[in-house]
């Protein structure tokens, strides 16, 4: 043989190990790899698995062993196996899988990068591309869930492959549904003929109410075609873990005269929620937020995926008590409602609050969720009925009030919105536009966050908040660092570091803070003494105020202790640092009022609760103008204090060297 002839037979050699060298280097993969061994045994004992990683161009996603050992339910390797090779910029939408009947695998690729097959996360990093001793293409994605399809019954009559979501329906009975049942809303759809909206082909989001939650006899009837249309997502697959937080999908009920967004969200507990927002509604679909858990999610079918959910979206036919009974527990085997531990404890308090909440014909709730009742500060409060009935009153307006409304009084100042409490209030600001827009709640000197707005019920709205109202968890300098509406004294102590002793634990502060606005009328009232007030020049002067504002005790002063005191006493006197705090407090038509020095000045928010105090919002400062004279230069600025004394010294020194 030539030594051309030598070289080429060399290279073919060559050529064949490498080749040979590739398609073990998978098997060597999976087999060696100890994090994937578990998916390798599947493999192992899969003619068909080994014959497409030995024959045929494919991409299979593989499951850690972690995953394996999250998930219970039987294993299909051929699941988890397309024979075509996509890399993870190559996945489109969908893919057949080599299971029988090639029921397909979505693909979602989201905002923050991250893609998903089904519901499981390819894991990055990890994805490797090789070519087989076939010269096959192969490429392989680790993924951190079991792929799952739809499950059969053992006993089931039909021989069931991928079928589309009108045939779900048609043969739950069949199906491991976790013994939920169907029929119900099927009948439904039946009846009203909308089963070509399932037979759709493409790729759709379906949310199918379980029977369970048709128990009200005339719910049924309240699912009529739109109804239906707004439990489906068309052109758009959303398996939960891939799902955006809130983001408001257009369901099939989006037209002119009706429309209706589905979102999902995620509790801190892990349980996914879906919830209809019928933002325009008509006489027969009102407008509001439904809100559902889904109580067994992520079933594929040949044209999108299934989620069932414990109740019907859009349809508002419950009270806001019987939405509170139906959300501590969720099904039979007594998993934790949304809003489980704000009803147990309405309930271990007796259930006057509920009765109270029944009784009226128009409501608003925040209702604190689960999480919410987890703070430190609120085991301690649960034994004290007299308390935890003041706390839970205040949750409760006598009002409907949804984000519209809530909007509208928020238009050109913080809403302030009355409680079922005496003389308690609630005080909302909205910060943002549309979706974006933050509501939060303040309460007893808690600032809270709408988690979920606008539940809607046939009396009223529940709203779901991060926190419970009236259970304080920050010092008098937290609250003031975090309130907009104390914004300005918050400043004024700083650059005067009269705020530095507000974090002091050890202390009882009852602080009479000015709002914003109250600042801003002594513009206008003292124009000349209200610039002095916010330059650091003047901050002795800032400090000397704002230290006639703060009593200092054992223990705080109550705007009800302060109005029993002037009853008693007349004028009332309260510690502060360095002398004492002269004022007479009255109750006039359920609000406040301040008499000091004459002046009448309103309480805007009485007995808002910290850790080491109490603050009384106040809409005037307890200034006068002689506070801070500020003409013929009466007073120096520290910086001219500064220079005259250097001088002094200077001269003092001269003298003596002389």
């Not at 972690?66 to 489109?92: C, N």
């Not at 004290?384 to 003041?390: I, P």
């Not at 309130?483 to 004024?492: G, I, N, V, W």
């Not at 801070?628 to 001088?647: K, R």
Request: with cysteine.
């Amino acid at each position: 043989m030539t030594s051309s002839g030598l070289r080429a037979a060399a290279a073919l050699l060559l050529l064949c190990a490498a080749t040979f060298a590739a398609a073990a280097e998978l098997s060597d993969k999976l087999r060696d790899d100890s994090e994937l061994s578990q998916f390798y045994s599947q493999v192992e004992q899969n003619p068909i698995a080994n014959a497409t990683l030995t024959l045929r161009s494919c991409t299979i996603f593989v499951p850690t062993n972690e995953a394996f050992q999250r998930y219970k339910g039987s294993i299909h390797v051929l699941y988890h196996i397309t024979t075509a090779a996509f890399s993870k910029e190559q996945l489109p939408k969908s893919v057949s899988s080599d299971m029988e009947g090639n029921p397909p695998l979505y693909i979602t690729k989201n905002r923050n990068g991250d893609i998903y097959v089904n519901n499981a996360r390819i894991i990055p990093s990890l994805s490797v591309e090789m070519t087989n001793r076939e010269g096959k293409r192969q490429v392989m994605h680790i993924i951190d869930e079991v792929l799952q399809p739809l499950s059969v019954q053992k006993n089931a009559k039909d021989n069931i492959n991928n079928p589309d979501a009108m045939q779900f329906l048609q043969m739950a009975e069949q199906l491991e549904l976790n013994d939920f049942h169907l029929r119900t809303y099927r009948s439904q759809v039946t009846l009203a003929k909308k089963e070509s909206v399932y037979q759709s082909p493409g790729a759709h989001t379906f949310l199918i109410p379980i029977d369970e939650s048709f128990k009200l006899s005339a719910r049924s009837g309240l699912v009529d075609a739109k109804v239906i249309d707004g439990h489906v997502i068309p052109n758009t697959v959303i398996f939960t873990a891939a799902s955006q937080h809130d983001d408001p999908k257009t369901s099939a009920a989006f037209e002119d005269l009706l429309k209706v967004t589905v979102s999902f969200f995620k509790q801190k507990d892990g349980k996914m929620y879906v919830k209809s927002n019928t933002i325009v509604g008509d006489a027969k679909h009102r407008e509001g937020v439904v809100l559902a858990e889904i109580v067994k999610a992520n079933i594929p079918v040949q044209n999108g995926v299934v989620h069932l959910i414990h109740r019907p979206l859009m349809i508002i036919d419950t009270t806001v008590t019987d939405f509170l009974k139906s959300f501590k527990f969720l099904n039979e085997n007594g998993e934790n409602g949304a809003l489980r531990k704000f009803y147990e404890v309405i309930m271990d308090n007796g259930g006057e609050v509920l009765d109270d909440i029944t009784n009226l014909s128009e409501v608003t709730i925040l209702a604190p969720s689960n999480d919410a009742w987890n703070a430190s500060l609120i085991e301690n409060l649960l034994r004290n009925r007299k308390k935890m009935r003041e706390i839970l009153n205040m949750h409760i307006i006598r009002d409907r009030l949804n984000v519209d409304k809530i909007r509208q009084k928020n238009a050109n100042m913080i809403a302030q919105v009355p409680t079922v409490n005496n003389n308690t209030f609630l005080y909302f600001n909205v910060k943002g536009e549309g979706t974006d827009a933050v509501i939060t709640v303040e309460g007893g000197g808690v600032n809270a966050t709408i988690i979920q707005a606008d539940v809607a019920q046939t009396n009223g709205y529940v709203h779901i908040i991060d926190r419970v109202l009236g259970v304080p968890h920050t010092t008098v300098l937290g609250k003031l660092e975090s309130d907009p509406m104390m914004s300005d004294t918050y400043k004024m102590g700083q650059f005067s570091h009269f705020n530095d002793q507000l974090n002091n634990t050890q202390r009882r502060f009852t602080y009479f803070v000015p709002r914003d606005k109250g600042w801003q009328k002594t513009e206008l009232d003292y124009p000349s003494a209200h610039k002095k007030l916010f330059m650091p020049d003047f901050s002795y002067h800032s400090k000397s105020i704002l230290e006639r504002h703060l009593a200092i005790a054992d223990h705080v002063f109550t705007m009800k202790d302060l109005v029993q005191y002037s009853e008693q006493a007349g004028n009332v006197v309260l510690p502060t640092f360095r002398d004492s705090l002269q004022l007479r407090v009255e109750e006039e038509a359920g609000r406040y009022v301040i008499i000091w020095n004459y002046k009448k000045i309103n309480v805007y928010r009485p007995d808002v609760e910290c850790t080491n105090g109490i603050i009384h919002v106040i809409d005037y400062p307890l200034l006068e103008e002689k506070d801070v004279v500020v003409s013929g230069g009466s007073y120096l600025t520290e910086s001219s204090i500064c220079i005259i004394l250097a001088n002094l010294i200077m001269i003092t020194v001269a003298k003596i060297l002389n």
